[in-house]
Antibody, heavy 121, light 106 residues
């Protein structure tokens, strides 16, 4: 069974940093694109970032560009999201999601359970 | 930036057909994906590449995409289908989600 398990969320102060992790199992990790998608309380889904499976190219939403870095460790089957200069607007549940192919321009066929990030003083 | 527009809400009676639309400029030239999200749960892919159902998704779910509009259709809607539905496409290096449609079955 394909699974994604996020961790690293918590309560952080504005201006702080965090690193989210997503541990994958049940599929050949290095082949597939992976993404982070967030959902603010009571709001819709917002794409954050993706990394391709083949060439490792990265993609970012304008709202996080310059503040976030997505990376993957294929030896550990783990996806990461480093977030800096946190703002209240970053408060959300962060989901890790697997792409249906190695390229991120396809759909997201497996989702984790999410990890909650709260940015507040 | 590219935008996908969905109606905020759709209501349907049990057993009837629900149609949820997603509009975007030349959307028919892109693949559209649909996700179902129930309260407190993670999203689930219910339609990929416009009209393909993932394994485990009931046959009552179908999809189409042409021109500027993609449509997710649920035939014989059941109370268990009540959820938020999001469309998604890829545009010039970004993943774009619609704002979501709350489907009410009553």
């Amino acid at each position: 069974e394909m699974q994604l398990l996020e961790s690293g969320g918590g309560l952080l102060q504005p201006g702080g940093s965090l690193r989210l992790s997503c541990a994958a199992s049940g599929f050949t990790f290095n082949i597939y694109a992976l993404s982070w998608v967030r959902q603010a309380p009571g709001k819709g889904l917002e794409w954050v970032s993706s990394v391709s499976g083949s060439d490792g190219n990265t993609y970012y939403a304008d709202s996080v560009k310059g503040r976030c870095t997505i990376s993957r460790d294929n030896s550990k089957n783990t996806l990461y999201l480093q977030m800096n200069s946190l703002r209240a607007g970053d408060t959300a549940v962060y989901y890790c999601a697997k792409g249906e192919s190695g390229s991120p321009d396809y759909g997201l066929d497996v989702w984790g359970q999410g990890t909650t990030v709260t940015v507040s003083s | 930036s590219y935008e996908l527009t969905q109606p905020p809400s759709v209501s349907v009676s049990p057993g009837q057909t629900a149609s949820i639309t997603c509009s975007g400029n030349k959307l028919g030239d892109k693949y559209v994906y649909w996700y179902q999200q129930k309260p407190g749960q993670s999203p689930v892919l219910v339609m990929y590449q416009d009209n393909k159902r993932p394994s485990g998704i009931p046959e009552r779910f179908s999809g189409s995409n042409s021109g500027n509009t993609a449509t997710l259709t649920i035939s014989g809607t059941q109370t268990m289908d009540e959820a938020d539905y999001y469309c998604q496409a890829w545009d010039r290096g970004t993943v774009v989600f619609g704002e979501g449609t709350k489907l009410t079955v009553l």
